[in-house]
């Protein structure tokens, strides 16, 4: 074992460091012509008349294409709810109105600016409590007729309501009138953008018939059915190619600029057609992390326990659906933390309103659930003059409970472990004051999941005995494909990783792949990996024996030779293997397909459950250390200390980058990242006005890796890349809250609202 | 939009004489390139002045410091010969991240008369004055706080070049410090800005007090009441919440993207009540050494 749990390099990054890795910015084809896209300037309201003739016939333009060109092809994640451009309705300021393609990107922009645009403004639903409303206009009025993805098939909708779930158990009245206490918070977040070093961008053309499109997608077969509904044609008709991706976190899982290139490319004749955002225009239109308001109450008996909660939660899912509407499946599951508590009733809706989408963003709806749980919490404990941790450990799962939906949790005590872990690393805050700044201490604890859905691996020796791996699994740029995956198929193949070329996913080529999204890459496509090789292996095996000595019968991959156990030095190189199996009809190529088999559930706990059950879940516990300045009201964080149960590590520094980058985007969600929405329109539109946190705003977070290998997993290994953002924000504002002496409820938590709780 | 690249100050003023107003003077870029794009700048000519020689000296004259207009951001904030002026080194070395700072100048963020200019509070209250000189009418100089006449505006004439600042070194008994206020530690355009400069008396009353805040107003400037709340008396708790109430009501901040005229009028007082214990605390240093 010398590629398992090894810091080795990733395969793709001196390329990345140096400046040398192809994103879609620097590709190009020959004759290939620039668009971009107008955007509505309005945030509700009805097209009057859009007038392209002027645009047309400016200089270099070859394209000028609006919904009346392109027909109303409808695509969605879950609910097909969305065009390409807006047709008769403006929904949301920046949806899309019309594109250009020119030869010059400046000739394509001088074009947009050229069309006439005139819509009438309507009064816009911007929050909601507006779309909530008995009597309010819905976003869409056709919501019934709109078609649904299988994923979609339990999902609750009604008018503005375009995800619901509810959670009604017996006994959670009488739990609450027999109450000794009840504890009831009201906590909201705000929207977060996903800031990826690269924004949206694509290449697309037509050639002999098929939309061929090239972009750094997390999830390229969704880009093709998205595609083929937009386009209206056959789901094959569309190929997409993968590009190195420059970070996703969650909102390159959908079509960004993809449909943008392929209309423009449709329209002049199939030429080659480049669309890439400008940073301004991808903050206004990416699929952010949704804004939320959540309420709990919990009933508690005289001994201090949790006899019942309800927890009721409206999240926003701006002007189309995307991911949101599936969010209140996911709240529901830790709607009770990992505690025992009796019966939860919970009741949570996506809600449409006139602002831009939201939709998946590393962690998707689990920083904020697990922000009101577990500062619920903290509450709790105050209010029983309990220590915040005590209280936790006291009231934890124990294995073999059950979640909400009738799962047992058969390994709940590695969170009790993580839990010990953080606290010895990080014990009490000592001084609590020191001249104006004051220090404080907060933990979360919980469990997260690892996204169940299908991958597939095909891997075949090459001539010179190199293994090719081909998968519809693109790195995000977490290392899932070039340190996990590269690192799996050496071990299993006993090769070193440098013998290990992954190519980047083609839905022509490669197998299904349901993205790079939920950690599930490493656990999902590793595992797949090793079933391919097990098939491999077997044809490897079959043709080396006729190429050694009688008698061997048991064979092992070693150093790139098929060797015969027990019969001396008896080996045979790869190659020589290739050449063999060349020539005897046999294709050394094995594939695998795997998805997560769900555990048992109670059906009918829930309506409008759109994720029934929770699989391999992991355990966590931070804690972290603030110090707050009582002059300005900002937060510093001293120190950041991590519990993560990971099953396995494959690359411990991998799993460190992971967390650190985590932390870092918890930070920021919790204290420097406004994205606030005023009248539909953000106030922060630029890398300017939007504070991402800085190199010298973080902690050197310190990690603890509890490893309890998978049962199912590629040697172990369970996914690791959302949970540091999940409990992040739960733990940063527990320490603030401490520190201050006073309890927050909203993120972010702004040096302003620092200042103003010491001053009342 | 020409561009015109000059290499000399013989170059530079004539370049200027012929466009006048039409032309826009390019340093180190750092507001230009951000103005551009915005439309806030549509000038027929941008002048780049940067490889103009003799303008990024730091140098001592007769007891003064000149800097020259040139001195980029992070030469301000290391240059030993600016020792006596910790507050202007502070702001320099708080502008933007280090890239902006290399390449950023002390008369681009002058002339830009932002209402957050960083170092345009440590010049005033050290009473800088601004050297400027055209091709007709030759040399002049005047007191920086003379030079700003509001937001983004000044009273550089189109034809004129900005040349250096002048600094009078300060007396004995004397420490100055700059505090800037920003969401993150770095990457930040000032929420606010404040600048002091403090000398005390052998009985460790005040001397003389000089307070200048940015972000806070439309343009930077000296807060005159409360120097003198602070002249001349012992630096009590309740001398100090009086100089505060006084400096938040001599301010005028608004709300922005940034922060809201609430938070800066909250943090005013406790930054002013954070410099003068600061500053305290260094001359009582500097004596005891």
């Not at chain 1, 645009?117 to 309010?136: F, I, R, V």
């Not at chain 2, 702001?91 to 345009?120: E, F, K, R």
Request: charged share 20%; hydrophobic share 40%; net charge negative.
């Amino acid at each position: 074992m010398t590629n398992i749990g090894s810091d080795l390099p990733r395969a793709d990054g001196w390329d990345k460091v140096a400046g040398k890795s192809q994103y879609t910015v620097d590709y190009s084809e020959s004759g290939m012509l620039h668009g971009c896209v107008l955007r509505s300037p309005v945030v509700c309201g009805r097209i009057v008349r859009v007038d392209v003739e002027a645009a047309r016939s400016m200089p270099g333009v070859r394209a000028v294409v609006t919904a009346t060109n392109v027909g109303n092809g409808r695509a969605g994640m879950l609910v097909r709810d969305q065009t390409l451009f807006a047709d008769r309705e403006i929904r949301h300021h920046g949806e899309a109105i019309a594109a250009v393609a020119a030869d010059t990107l400046a000739q394509a922009r001088a074009a947009r600016d050229a069309i006439e645009l005139e819509a009438e403004s309507l009064p816009a639903l911007t929050t909601m409590a507006q779309a909530l409303a008995s009597d309010a206009p819905l976003v869409h009025p056709d919501w019934e007729s709109y078609a649904l993805n299988p994923m979609a098939a339990e999902l609750r909708r009604q008018g503005n309501v375009a995800g619901e779930l509810i959670a009604d158990p017996d006994g959670v009245d009488e739990a609450f009138e027999r109450a000794h206490l009840v504890v009831e918070d009201e906590f909201c977040v705000d929207r977060q953008y996903q800031a990826y070093l690269e924004p949206m961008s694509a290449v697309a053309r037509f050639t002999d018939g098929r939309c061929i499109v090239r972009t750094g997608s997390q999830f390229p077969y969704n880009i093709r059915e998205e595609l083929a509904a937009y386009l209206d044609v056959r789901l094959s008709d569309v190929r997409v190619i993968g590009q190195t991706v420059g970070g996703g976190f969650g909102a390159k899982l959908g079509c960004g600029t993809e449909g943008y290139a392929a209309v423009l490319s449709r329209a002049v004749g199939g030429r080659s057609v480049r669309v890439v955002k400008t940073r301004d225009e991808d903050i206004v239109t990416a699929p952010v992390r949704e804004n939320a308001e959540l309420r709990i109450r919990t009933a508690l008996d005289a001994e201090g326990n949790m006899t019942a909660r309800e927890f009721s939660c409206d999240m926003d899912c701006g002007a189309y659906g995307l991911e949101t509407p599936t969010f209140p499946s996911i709240l529901f599951h830790f709607a009770a933390g990992i505690y025992r508590i009796g019966p939860v009733r919970v009741h949570a809706r996506a809600v449409y309103t006139n602002t831009p989408p939201t939709g998946a963003f590393r962690g998707v709806n689990g920083p904020a659930v697990y922000f009101a749980v577990e500062r619920h919490m903290d509450n709790i404990a105050r209010r029983l003059n309990e220590d915040p941790m005590a209280f936790r450990a006291r009231h934890m799962l124990r294995d073999g409970d059950t979640l909400l939906n009738g799962q047992a949790l058969a390994d709940a005590h590695i969170a009790r472990e993580a839990c010990e872990a953080v606290q010895k690393s990080l014990p009490a805050v000592g001084a609590r004051q020191s001249g104006d700044r004051l220090r404080g201490v907060g933990s979360a604890t919980g469990f997260w999941v690892t996204n169940p859905l299908p991958g597939s691996v095909t891997i075949t020796v090459g001539e010179d005995g190199r293994l090719h791996v081909l998968t519809g699994a693109n790195d995000n740029g977490s290392g899932a494909v070039a340190m996990g995956l590269t690192q799996i198929v050496a071990e299993a193949m006993g090769v070193s990783t440098g013998e290990v070329i992954v190519g980047l996913p083609d839905t022509d080529l490669s197998g299904y792949d349901s993205g790079s999204q939920g950690s599930r890459t490493t656990h999902i496509v590793g595992k797949a990996a090793l079933i391919a090789i097990d098939d491999l292996k077997t044809r490897i095996f079959d043709v080396a024996r006729q190429m050694l000595p009688p008698g061997a019968n048991e064979l092992e991959l070693v150093g790139g030779m098929v060797r015969a156990v027990g019969i001396g030095d008896a080996q045979v190189p790869l190659a020589a293997v290739f050449q063999m199996a060349n020539f005897s009809n046999v294709s050394l190529s094995g594939s695998g397909t795997y998805a997560t088999t769900p555990p048992a559930f109670t059906p009918g706990c829930a309506v409008g459950l759109t994720m029934p059950s929770l699989l391999t879940p992991t355990y966590h516990a931070h804690r972290a250390e603030v110090e707050v300045d009582s002059v300005t009201g900002n937060v510093r964080l001293l120190r950041y200390v991590v519990a993560q149960e990971v099953g396995r590590a494959i690359n411990p520094d991998g799993i460190m980058g992971q967390i650190q980058g985590g932390i870092a985007q918890g930070i920021g969600f919790t204290l420097t990242e406004n994205l606030r929405l005023v009248d539909g329109r953000y106030l922060e539109r630029s890398l300017e006005a939007y504070r991402l946190p800085l190199a010298q705003d973080l902690p050197r977070v310190e990690v603890v890796l509890l490893e309890h290998p998978d049962s199912e997993g590629p040697f172990g290994a369970k996914g690791v890349a959302e949970p540091p953002l999940v409990f992040a924000p739960a733990a940063i504002a527990n320490a603030v809250s401490d520190a201050v002496g006073k309890p927050f409820y909203k993120l972010p938590i702004t040096p302003e609202d620092v200042l103003f709780a010491l001053d009342t | 939009m020409d561009f015109i690249r000059t290499t000399s100050m013989e170059h530079t003023l004539s370049v200027l004489e012929a466009y006048g107003s039409a032309a826009t003077l390019l340093a180190g870029g750092t507001d230009v390139f951000a103005q551009l794009p915005r439309g806030e700048l549509t000038p027929g000519v941008l002048v780049h002045i940067m490889p103009v020689p003799g303008l990024s000296s730091v140098v001592l004259e007769g007891g003064a410091i000149s800097i020259g207009a040139l001195a980029s951001h992070r030469r301000i904030a290391v240059d030993g010969a600016l020792g006596g002026f910790g507050s202007l080194r502070q702001a320099a070395a708080q502008i933007g991240g280090w890239q902006t700072q290399a390449v950023g100048t002390i008369g681009g963020n002058v002339c830009n008369a932002s209402p957050a200019a960083d170092l345009l509070p440590p010049l005033l209250i050290h009473d800088a004055r601004v050297a400027l000189v055209s091709a007709s009418r030759g040399e002049r100089s005047l007191p920086v706080s003379d030079f700003v006449k509001g937001r983004h505006a000044t009273a550089r004439e189109a034809d004129e070049l900005v040349t250096s600042f002048l600094l009078e070194p300060p007396g004995t008994h004397t420490a100055d410090i700059y505090l800037k206020v920003g969401r993150r530690s770095a990457m930040e355009v000032a929420i606010l800005g404040l600048a002091l400069r403090l000398t005390l008396d052998d009985r460790g009353r005040v001397a003389q007090a000089r307070v200048a805040t940015c972000a806070a107003s439309p343009c930077p400037m000296r807060i005159t009441a409360v120097e003198e709340i602070l002249q001349g008396e012992e630096l009590s708790a309740d001398l100090i919440a009086e100089a505060g109430q006084s400096l938040r009501s001599s301010l005028s901040p608004i709300d922005d993207v940034r922060g809201s005229a609430a938070y800066r009028l909250a943090v005013a007082p406790r930054l002013l009540a954070r410099a003068i214990e600061q500053t305290k605390v260094q001359i009582m240093l500097a004596n005891s050494g």
